[in-house]
C-alpha cells in the first residue's frame, strides 16, 4: 500500500483541527441558546423534555464537574471528531483528506448546527465498521452503536436498516427499489396513489396529507432529481464483476449506498428525515472514491472515469448547494464561520 506523503499527512491534520474548531469553538449556531438552556437545566438535575437520555446525562456530567457550556463543546467535538475522522480514515486510508474537504464543504455544518444528531452520526459512522465481518458478536456491537446513538438522537434507530448489509444484495436492491418507486409514485402521483393508499390504510391519512401538502413543489422536485441521480451512481458502481468484491468494506458501502434509498419515502414528507442521508453522505463519498481509485489501479485513468469523478463532483457540489447553501447559507454556513472564538483570534474580527 503507498505511503502517504508529508504534505498530505499536514493536511489531513490540517483539515482535522477545522473539523475540530468548527464546533470546539463555536459561539453562535440557529439552535445556540436552546443548548444552552439544556445544559443549564442538567447542572440542576433537570431532563428538558425531548431530549434523549445519553444527550442529558453527558451534559450532565460535563455540568457536574464544573465545565462551562464552551468547555462542554471542547469536550463534545474533540470526541465527535476522533470518531468520524478516526472511522473516515479506517475506511479510505489513502485520500481520507479529499473525503473529509468534500464533508467540510457538505454536510458538516448542517451536522454540527444540531448538536444531538452530531453524536449520533459520529458514533454510526464509528459502527459501520462491525458490518464488515458477518458474524454475531459484530451484529451485536453494531445494534449497541445504534442503541447509543439513539440515545443522542432517536432518529438514529432508523439506522437498524443497515443490519440487512448481511443479506446478499440482490434482495437489498429488491426491498431498496421497492421504496425508491414508493416514493417516485408518492411525488409524481399523489393525486390517484395517495388515495389509492389511505382506501387501504385509513390512518395514513393524516399523515400522507400533512406530508405532502407541507412540502414546496421545488422541494419535492429537488428530492426526486436527488435520489434519481443516486440510483444512477449505485447502479454505475454496481459492478458485479469487481474483483474487489472480497473486500467486506466495498461490499458494505455498496450495500449502504442501495439501502439508503428507502429513506426516500420519508424524505419528502418531512425534510427533518433528510439528516438521515445528509448523515451517510460521507459514505457515499467513500463508496465513489473507493470504486474509481481501485478502476482506475485496475485499466489506467481512462475516459470514462474522469467523466465519473467529474459527475460525481458536479453531483456534490449542487447537492450541497441546494440543501444547505441556497436556504441555510446566512442562518448555518455564514453563522458558524464567522463565530469562532479561535478564527477571531487568528484572522480578527
Not at 444547505?324 to 479561535?342: A, G, H, M, P, R
Request: net charge positive; aromatic share 18%.
Amino acid at each position: 500500500m503507498q505511503k502517504s506523503s508529508p504534505v498530505n499527512k499536514i493536511l489531513l491534520l490540517f483539515v482535522i483541527f477545522i473539523m475540530w474548531a468548527l464546533l470546539a469553538f463555536n459561539t453562535n449556531t440557529v439552535d445556540r441558546m436552546n443548548y444552552e438552556m439544556f445544559y443549564n437545566y442538567s447542572q440542576q438535575n433537570v431532563r428538558y423534555p425531548g431530549i434523549e437520555i445519553g444527550f442529558y446525562y453527558f451534559m450532565h456530567i460535563c455540568a457536574k464537574i464544573g465545565l462551562s457550556f464552551q468547555s462542554f463543546l471542547i469536550v463534545y467535538s474533540s470526541i465527535g471528531t476522533f470518531l468520524i475522522t478516526k472511522s473516515v480514515i479506517q475506511y479510505v486510508r489513502n485520500g481520507s483528506s479529499i473525503i473529509l474537504i468534500l464533508f467540510i464543504f457538505f454536510p458538516y455544518l448542517h451536522i454540527i448546527a444540531a448538536l444531538r444528531n452530531y453524536m449520533a452520526f459520529a458514533i454510526i459512522i464509528w459502527g459501520i465498521q462491525y458490518l464488515t465481518i458477518k458474524a454475531n458478536k459484530n451484529l451485536i456491537k453494531y445494534l449497541i452503536c445504534v442503541i447509543i446513538a439513539s440515545s443522542f438522537h432517536v432518529i438514529a434507530l432508523c439506522y437498524l436498516i443497515f443490519i440487512m448489509c448481511f443479506l446478499n444484495l440482490k434482495r437489498i436492491k429488491t426491498l431498496s427499489f421497492f421504496f425508491a418507486i414508493l416514493g417516485f409514485l408518492l411525488l409524481l402521483s399523489s393525486s390517484t396513489f395517495v388515495p389509492f393508499l389511505i382506501r387501504i390504510i385509513p390512518k395514513l391519512q393524516v399523515y400522507l396529507t400533512l406530508g405532502l401538502n407541507g412540502t414546496r413543489s421545488s422541494t419535492k422536485l429537488f428530492l426526486c432529481i436527488y435520489f434519481i441521480s443516486k440510483v444512477v451512481f449505485c447502479l454505475y458502481c454496481d459492478d458485479e464483476n469487481d474483483s474487489r468484491e472480497c473486500d467486506s468494506l466495498i461490499s458494505v458501502l455498496r450495500k449502504i449506498q442501495f439501502l439508503s434509498l428507502m429513506f426516500f419515502p420519508v424524505c419528502i414528507f418531512d425534510m427533518d428525515f433528510m439528516r438521515l442521508e445528509y448523515n451517510i453522505f460521507v459514505l457515499m463519498s467513500i463508496y465513489v472514491y473507493s470504486y474509481i481509485r481501485g478502476k482506475i489501479e485496475e485499466d489506467g485513468f481512462r475516459k470514462e472515469f474522469r467523466l465519473l469523478t467529474i459527475a460525481f463532483v458536479y453531483y456534490y457540489i449542487i447537492a450541497g448547494y441546494i440543501l444547505l447553501y441556497l436556504f441555510s447559507y446566512e442562518s448555518i454556513v455564514k453563522t458558524i464561520w464567522q463565530n469562532n472564538l479561535l478564527f477571531q483570534i487568528f484572522l480578527g474580527d
